[in-house]
């Protein structure tokens, strides 16, 4: 089992940048496929950004892309997601989260894992 605590978020204008953590505890967090999401208000949770066990894979939603970067550190037990180029529909509670059997990345339900969210707003 696994335990997630996400941190970073804030308020930044429009253009600026952010960079999210994931810290994890528990056991073998190197076995673990990680992956981002956001869930704005009245909106169902949408997949951001996912990252292999090993970090030898990525992948992000379309809307990001070229603009958030995922990565990990598994010596530090950390994922972490780096925001540029922020627009104000980037707006969202933004979540990790930790799948053990790689499945369907972009579904929430395929994660077993999930922290309480870190707040993200961007003014314009």
């Known amino acids: 089992q696994v335990q997630l605590v996400e941190s970073g978020g804030g308020l930044v204008q429009a253009g600026g940048s952010l960079r999210l953590s994931c810290a994890a505890s528990g056991r073998a967090f190197s076995r673990y496929h990680m992956a981002w999401f956001r869930q704005a208000p009245g909106k169902e949770r949408e997949f951001v950004a996912f990252i292999s066990a090993t970090g030898s894979a990525t992948s992000s939603a379309d809307s990001v892309k070229g603009r958030f970067t995922i990565s990990r550190d598994n010596a530090k037990n950390t994922v972490y997601l780096q925001m540029n180029s922020l627009k104000p529909e980037d707006t969202a509670v933004y979540y990790c989260?930790?799948?053990?059997?790689?499945?369907?990345?972009?579904?929430?339900?395929?994660?077993?894992?999930w922290g309480q969210g870190t707040q993200v707003t961007i003014s314009s």
């Open positions: 989260a930790a799948m053990v059997q790689l499945m369907n990345r972009v579904n929430p339900e395929s994660y077993a894992y």
